[in-house]
Structure formats: structure tokens, C-alpha cells
């Protein structure tokens, strides 16, 4: 079986339009023509044709939630670019937990998730600070659109490349070791949430309610211009007035759109929504 330059267009374009990534034509050729080889003989196809009439025609979800498994890049590590945890725990928290009526459950979102560290890295902050969570009551979610990488995170399963960011003491407090692996600790686990999210869903995305912080970080740079812009505005809608949004280091909003206010707390350049925005 062959997928020809001409199919392999068709199936980006419907990627692009259905969760926002762009694949230059590349990447297609050399890292993604094999894997959708291998996925459409796993389904038992001997023709590209029926697998794209199969996914867009009679909308098979769970073909398409295969089909984005392969596209989804989720390289990450626990304490990943760790200032951005600084800023968030010792700066943006504290201030929110001032501005906040005292019965207010602070609400953290992680989109995308990918595999689960971010989420759990920002658990793991907020109870090495300690007086945070004594004060006030905190939600953890995170969402991705890859099904396996949400299965990952709640399984809180990891290699040592995982880990390898985080201090002997830290590992030994949060993690059990098995073998040449480490789980999370089921405190940990309970207080963090996933759910499997179509960022690019408006609707999915309104009915997780509002958030007082965002992070996403290092997807926008996977997306084309118009993709990145609905996710910015889908962002600020979800987002509370006076609320922050966390972006990957190489990652800012475009100069022209003024939903958010950047700045730099700590070591990190952050955005806020105010209220006039």
C-alpha cells in the first residue's frame, strides 16, 4: 500500500481543521507517512481511500482519536522550565488568593496535559510551599486531545527521563519505585484531574467552566495563524477577570491582539486578562 503527496495533504488538512495542528510537507514524508502506514494496516485497511471515506464520511471517532494519537507530540518532564512554577506558586498565586472572595476554589488549567507532569508538577508546588492550600481550596486539571497521553497521566507512571529534574528528597516523597520506573503516590493523584479535550472545541472547552490560570505551553508553535488565534480567544474567554496565562518560552500572543496584558513576574513573561481587555 502507498499513500500518495496528494493524500498525505488531504489528511493534514483535516487535522488542521479538526484540532488546529499544521504538519509542514516534510515532516508528511519523513516521520509521518511510515507511522500512518503502520496505523492503517493495524486497522486492517489496504487502501488509504476507505480509511479517509471511514474517517470523514462516516465520522468515526474512534478513528480519528488514533489518527491524532500518532500526530501528538508529547515530549515533557516533570519541573520542566521550572521558573514558570516559581512565578506561579510564590507570585500569581498569592495575589489571586488575596483578590479572591475567601470561599473560592482557585481553578488551574493544563491544556494540553500531554502525559501528566506539568499537572503534577504544579501539585507537587503547591505542597512544598505548604500555606497555600492550608488557606484555600485549589481544582487541578488538565486536558489533551491525545487519548493515550491522558491514559498516561492518569496511570502516573514514569521513566527516569521523567523524573530526572526532580531533587532525591522529592522523588522519594511523591513516587513509589518499581523496578526502573516510578508511580505517584495516590495523594497525588487525588488531587489532580484529566480529561480528554479537544482544545479547538469551543463548546468542549465552555463547559469546563473558568479558570484563574492557564498553562499552555510549547503547543501554540505547532499551530498555523488562524488556529492560534481561536485558542488565544477561547483562552480569554475561559479565563477570569485578572487572570494569567502561562505560554512556553518561545511562545508569545501576537503584538496586535490585545486580550491580555504581558508582563514579567519573577522570571516569567506572563499574561493577564483585566477586566477592560
Known amino acids: 500500500m502507498e499513500i500518495s503527496d496528494y493524500q498525505l495533504k488531504k489528511l493534514r488538512n483535516y487535522l488542521n481543521n479538526e484540532i488546529g495542528i499544521y504538519v509542514d510537507d516534510s515532516k508528511m514524508q519523513t516521520i509521518y507517512k511510515r507511522k500512518l ?12 481511500e476507505e480509511f479517509y471515506k471511514d474517517l470523514v464520511l462516516k465520522k468515526s471517532s474512534f478513528l480519528k482519536q488514533d489518527l491524532i494519537n500518532v500526530f501528538m ?68 486539571l488538565g486536558i489533551d486531545v491525545d487519548s493515550d497521553a491522558i491514559a498516561k497521566a492518569k496511570a502516573g507512571i514514569y521513566s527516569a527521563r521523567s523524573v530526572h529534574k526532580l531533587p532525591p528528597e522529592l522523588i522519594e516523597k511523591y513516587f513509589v519505585k518499581t523496578g526502573n520506573l516510578y508511580k505517584v503516590k495516590d495523594f497525588l493523584k487525588k488531587a489532580v484531574n484529566f480529561k480528554i479535550v479537544n482544545i479547538m472545541d469551543k463548546y468542549q472547552m465552555k463547559k469546563l467552566g473558568m479558570f484563574d490560570v492557564i498553562f499552555s505551553r510549547n503547543m501554540l508553535i505547532y499551530f498555523d495563524e488562524k488556529s492560534k488565534r481561536e485558542v488565544l480567544a ?16 518561545a511562545e508569545r500572543v501576537p503584538s496586535d491582539i490585545v486580550l491580555f496584558k504581558s508582563m514579567k513576574i519573577g522570571d516569567s513573561f506572563v499574561y493577564k486578562k483585566t477586566a477592560d481587555s
Open 37 to 48: 502506514l503502520k496505523l492503517l494496516k493495524e486497522k486492517g485497511y489496504s487502501d488509504f
Open 73 to 140: 507530540v508529547n515530549e515533557t518532564y516533570f519541573f520542566r522550565e521550572k521558573y514558570q512554577f516559581d512565578t506561579l506558586v510564590k507570585h500569581v498565586l498569592p495575589e489571586l488568593h488575596i483578590k479572591r472572595p475567601a470561599n473560592e476554589i482557585i481553578n488551574i488549567l493544563c491544556a494540553p496535559v500531554s502525559s501528566g507532569e506539568e499537572l503534577y508538577s504544579i501539585a507537587i508546588m503547591l505542597m512544598e510551599e505548604g500555606e497555600l492550600i492550608k488557606k484555600r481550596d485549589f481544582m487541578l
Open 234 to 249: 477561547t483562552f480569554y474567554n475561559i479565563l477570569k477577570n485578572d487572570g494569567y496565562l502561562f505560554l512556553g518560552h
